[in-house]
């Protein structure tokens, strides 16, 4: 099953950060990189070009759905994948970019002149780290 298919929910098993990056970085470069919008707004097809964080929602949750759709397993991947992100950048990729006072992938994802390359780069990088930093803890 491809990483952004829906995926019924297994009890115990959840998706660590690492894949659900790895995997939201699979999705921006199959289906594009778009910025400002979590999907490009006139996008009707099931796998929209999406932002980081509408990547990691993808990879997260299988499919465009709404904040009231999510189950807790695929929230709680979401909000860990972000939250490693978070870590990542503010160590490799710290503001100027934070405007708000905090680290956010969506200002992170939206700066001017920002690539889909270095999104998907970072996501991976992130990701490894991630690993190298759990390796054996699982």
């Known amino acids: 099953m491809h990483p952004t298919d829906h995926q019924p929910a297994v009890t115990g098993v959840e998706q660590t950060p690492?894949?659900?990056l790895r995997g939201a970085a699979l999705y921006l470069e199959r289906?594009?990189?778009i910025q400002g919008d979590y999907y490009r707004p006139d996008a009707t097809g099931p796998f929209p070009p999406a932002c980081a964080v509408g990547a990691i929602r993808m990879a997260a949750f299988g499919s465009r759905i709404t904040d009231?759709?999510?189950i807790?397993?695929?929230m709680r991947d979401h909000a860990r994948a972000i939250d490693v992100l978070v870590d990542f950048l503010d160590l490799t990729d710290p503001p100027p970019w934070d405007?708000?006072?905090d680290p956010s992938p969506f200002t992170w994802n939206d700066v001017?002149?920002?690539t889909a390359d270095e999104v998907t780069a970072t996501m991976r990088g992130a990701a490894d780290d991630w690993d190298r930093m759990h390796r054996g803890a699982e």
């Open 18 to 20: 690492a894949q659900t």
């Open 31 to 33: 289906h594009g990189w």
């Open 72 to 74: 807790a397993a695929e």
């Open 112 to 114: 001017p002149g920002r």
């Open 68 to 70: 009231d759709d999510c």
């Open 99 to 101: 405007t708000y006072g």
